[in-house]
């Protein structure tokens, strides 16, 4: 009842990627009945990529490494915790922020084993200024509609809607959620 805990052990040592960081880790049951594991290995201070290894014995062994984020397209992608997700159709979903200041989703409707980048949108205000919108998540809704939010420092959280699974979105913009 968590009152007493195994040792730790080292599942994704960051020796594996040559890096000093694997960090930010989601977790999900594949189709395939393997664990997936999503993570972000930080590998310079600008560079990072978002990975997926797989186990199929419970979490004891990890294989299969594969990046999600399109290598012709490098820089600081990060990945909350928790956040991978998983359609109605199947499709899974990455909703990432960059450093420069970009919101978008990696997708793969193939159990993970290859993935695309949506639509990238940059957050701009009412005035055209650009700002920072960072740890998105996603939800799909009863109708089928992927709902996007994000935190920023406009004082709530910016929404945005999707009728393509995740591809392409719509309506980017304040939400009547309240933010820090």
């Given at each position: 009842?968590?009152?007493?805990?195994?040792?730790?052990?080292?599942?994704?040592?960051?020796?594996?990627?040559?890096?000093?960081?694997?960090?930010?880790?989601?977790?999900?049951?594949?189709q395939?009945?393997?664990?997936g594991?999503?993570?972000?290995v930080?590998?310079a201070?600008?560079?990072?990529?978002?990975?997926?290894?797989?186990s199929?014995?419970?979490?004891?062994?990890w294989?299969?490494?594969?990046?999600?984020?399109?290598?012709?397209?490098?820089?600081?992608?990060?990945l909350?915790?928790?956040?991978?997700e998983?359609?109605?159709?199947?499709?899974?979903?990455?909703?990432?922020?960059?450093?420069?200041?970009?919101?978008?989703?990696?997708?793969?409707?193939?159990?993970?084993?290859?993935?695309?980048?949506?639509?990238?949108?940059?957050?701009?205000?009412?005035?055209?200024?650009?700002?920072?919108?960072?740890?998105?998540?996603?939800?799909?809704?009863?109708?089928?509609?992927?709902?996007?939010?994000?935190?920023?420092?406009?004082g709530?959280?910016?929404?945005a809607?999707?009728?393509?699974?995740?591809?392409?979105?719509?309506?980017?913009g304040?939400?009547?959620?309240?933010?820090?």
């Amino acid at each position: 009842e968590g009152e007493t805990w195994s040792a730790p052990w080292s599942t994704l040592p960051a020796s594996l990627y040559g890096v000093r960081n694997v960090m930010s880790v989601s977790l999900m049951r594949m189709q395939s009945g393997e664990i997936g594991l999503f993570y972000i290995v930080k590998a310079a201070p600008e560079r990072s990529r978002i990975m997926l290894s797989l186990s199929g014995d419970e979490g004891q062994t990890w294989t299969r490494h594969i990046e999600c984020t399109a290598p012709e397209r490098p820089g600081y992608y990060v990945l909350n915790n928790s956040r991978a997700e998983r359609t109605g159709k199947g499709r899974i979903l990455l909703p990432l922020w960059n450093a420069a200041g970009t919101i978008s989703c990696v997708y793969s409707d193939d159990d993970g084993k290859s993935w695309r980048q949506s639509e990238v949108y940059k957050p701009k205000d009412a005035d055209g200024k650009s700002f920072t919108c960072q740890e998105p998540g996603v939800i799909e809704l009863k109708d089928g509609r992927i709902y996007l939010y994000a935190r920023t420092d406009r004082g709530c959280q910016w929404q945005a809607f999707s009728r393509d699974g995740g591809e392409t979105w719509e309506d980017f913009g304040p939400s009547p959620i309240d933010g820090p």
